[in-house]
């Protein structure tokens, strides 16, 4: 296996400019996707995103690297704290969107995976964690876009 890319294609009965508030709000990301976020979606924005509860709260550091309303929003994420995200420190996530019918079309990338220098094993779970992440996620990403439609 090549572990050098997480591609999902979906397709949400909701419009590009609602689907790109629901990525890029710390508000409706938390929703679906994060328990917390905290960042301004604008390129060159720095912040984190926190998973998990008190007892077990992981925090990673997001770079929102492009932000175009309606059609593109992708980060650097996974970076140290400390460290300006870039290629070999942090994994870069893109959403796509382009209209469909009704709804949108959202194409997500993840890559850098091979980039990051991890032993082989280490490589393997960290791409097959963030995969599975992704299959779980994005299925809430659609629901809550179409509820939050439907709520308006």
Avoid: C
């Amino acid at each position: 296996m090549e572990h050098g890319q997480i591609e999902r294609t979906m397709h949400i009965e909701a419009t590009p400019e609602v689907v790109y508030e629901v990525i890029s709000s710390p508000t409706h990301l938390k929703e679906w996707w994060p328990d917390d976020a905290d960042l301004e979606p604008v390129r060159g924005a720095s912040g984190t995103l926190t998973f998990g509860t008190d007892e077990k709260r992981d925090v990673v550091a997001i770079t929102v690297v492009d932000a175009e309303p309606h059609r593109l929003f992708s980060f650097r994420w996974t970076h140290p704290a400390d460290e300006t995200a870039a290629v070999g420190n942090s994994l870069f996530v893109t959403f796509e969107l382009a209209p469909s019918g009704d709804g949108t079309t959202v194409r997500m990338t993840e890559t850098g995976f091979r980039e990051m220098g991890w032993e082989i094993a280490v490589l393997e779970q960290q791409y097959n964690e963030h995969s599975s992440g992704w299959d779980g996620y994005l299925p809430r990403l659609g629901s809550y876009a179409t509820g939050l439609i439907a709520s308006r």
